[in-house]
C-alpha cells in the first residue's frame, strides 16, 4: 500500500522560509512521480512543482507562480521528498499536499496524502 504523509507546516512572516516534508512509503522514490499541489482558500487546488525519474535522470518542474522561490529535492535514501519555500508571501497561504504514483506531465496521481497548513502572515 502506499502512502504519503506531509509535515512542517507552519506560520511564518512574509519574507520568511519553511521546509515541508514527505515521507512515502510503498514505493521507492526512483519509481514514481512526487508532486507538491496547494489548495488556498477559494480557489481551486494548484500544482506547484514535480520531481521524477526520467531517462535515468532527475527531472523537475515549477509552476510560474513559485519559480525561483520553492525548490523541490528527494532524499532516496529516507525515500522523502522536499518542498524548501524561501521568500514566502502572503498568497502561499495554502494547505500543502503531496502525491505519489503519477508523472508530472499529466499530473495524474493515484495517492495523495493529507496536507499540512502553511500560514503567511505578519
Known amino acids: 500500500q502506499v502512502q504519503v504523509v506531509e509535515s512542517g507546516g507552519d506560520l511564518v512572516q512574509p519574507g520568511g522560509s519553511l521546509r515541508l516534508s514527505c515521507a512515502v512509503s510503498g514505493i521507492t522514490l526512483a519509481d514514481t512521480a512526487v508532486g507538491w499541489f496547494r489548495r488556498a482558500p477559494g480557489k481551486d487546488r494548484e500544482g506547484i512543482t514535480c520531481i521524477e525519474s526520467s531517462d535515468g535522470s532527475e527531472s523537475t518542474v515549477y509552476a510560474d507562480s513559485v519559480k525561483g522561490r520553492f525548490t523541490i529535492s528527494r532524499d532516496l535514501a529516507k525515500n522523502t521528498v522536499y518542498l524548501q519555500m524561501n521568500r514566502l508571501k502572503p498568497e502561499d497561504t495554502a494547505v500543502y499536499l503531496c502525491?505519489?504514483?503519477?508523472?508530472?506531465?499529466?499530473?495524474?496521481?493515484?495517492?495523495w496524502g493529507q496536507g499540512t497548513q502553511v500560514t503567511v502572515s505578519s
Open positions: 502525491a505519489a504514483e503519477g508523472d508530472c506531465r499529466r499530473a495524474d496521481f493515484g495517492t
